[in-house]
Nanobody, 122 residues
Framework: VQLQAFGGGLVQPGGSLRLSCEAS????????MGWFRQAPGKAREFVSY????????AYADSVKGRFSISRDNARNMGYLQMNSLKPEDTAIYYC????????????????WGQGTEVTVSS
């Protein structure tokens, strides 16, 4: 499966962005989808995942209550709605896909999009 993330940009603190992840090549509904981020000088970290059917979701503590993950299997699309953004959310955001059981570990995901940059600054 090929993935392409988009929707990043510059936003002020407290603002919102919706990231999108478009999948192609294989049946998207057979893959769990994860969102990860990497800030300058830091390791890649887990943000959220959603299971194949959308039944199960999980979030990092740092984004819980502010971010919401969703998917539309009919459109082969995944989304990350980000609200109440903070400067510490500044990073490159990646979508990723894996079969089987959803995981919060980046090493478990074999398929990755190219990343989209989010900058939260006034």
């Amino acid at each position: 499966v090929q993935l392409q993330a988009f929707g990043g940009g510059l936003v002020q603190p407290g603002g919102s962005l919706r990231l999108s992840c478009e999948a192609s090549g294989r049946t998207f509904s057979t893959y769990n989808m994860g969102w990860f981020r990497q800030a300058p000088g830091k390791a890649r970290e887990f943000v959220s995942y959603i299971s194949q059917s959308g039944t199960y979701t999980a979030y990092a503590d740092s984004v819980k209550g502010r971010f919401s993950i969703s998917r539309d299997n009919a459109r082969n699309m995944g989304y990350l709605q980000m609200n109440s953004l903070k400067p510490e959310d500044t990073a490159i955001y990646y979508c990723a896909a894996k079969s089987g059981v959803p995981r919060a570990s980046a090493e478990a995901y074999p398929y990755w999009g190219q990343g989209t940059e989010v900058t939260v600054s006034s």
